[in-house]
Nanobody
Framework: QVQLVESGGGLVQAGGSLSLSCAAS????????MGWFRQAPGKEREFVAF????????YYADSVKGRFTISRDNAKNTVYLQMNSLKPEDTAVYYC?????????????????WGQGTQVTVAS
């Protein structure tokens, strides 16, 4: 069992930056693929980024590529999402998620554990 707690959301002006963190409980953090997803009002949850268990592989949604960076610190049981050049369309609740499988995926249904989410609001 893994518990995930996100932090770092808030209100920012367009063009600004925010850094999200997701702290995980347990001693097996390094065995999970970690992903970030987001859900805007009235929309389905969508993939943002994932990072492999070792941190050696990352993948981003086209909408955030070049602006967002996912990273992880397995010693601290934490995954991060650095968000730069934010746009109003990035406004959403952001969730981190953990996947026990060995093959990273963009499919949210494959993820086993989810945080409670943190609100990111980008003002124009």
């Amino acid at each position: 069992q893994v518990q995930l707690v996100e932090s770092g959301g808030g209100l920012v002006q367009a063009g600004g930056s925010l850094s999200l963190s997701c702290a995980a409980s347990g001693r097996t953090f390094g065995s999970y693929v970690m992903g970030w997803f987001r859900q805007a009002p009235g929309k389905e949850r969508e993939f943002v980024a994932f990072m492999s268990r070792s941190g050696g592989s990352t993948y981003y949604a086209d909408s955030v590529k070049g602006r967002f960076t996912i990273s992880r610190d397995n010693a601290k049981n934490t995954v991060y999402l650095q968000m730069n050049s934010l746009k109003p369309e990035d406004t959403a609740v952001y969730y981190c998620a953990a996947d026990r499988s060995t093959v990273p995926t963009v499919n949210p249904e494959a993820y086993d554990y989810w945080g409670q989410g943190t609100q990111v609001t980008v003002a124009s």
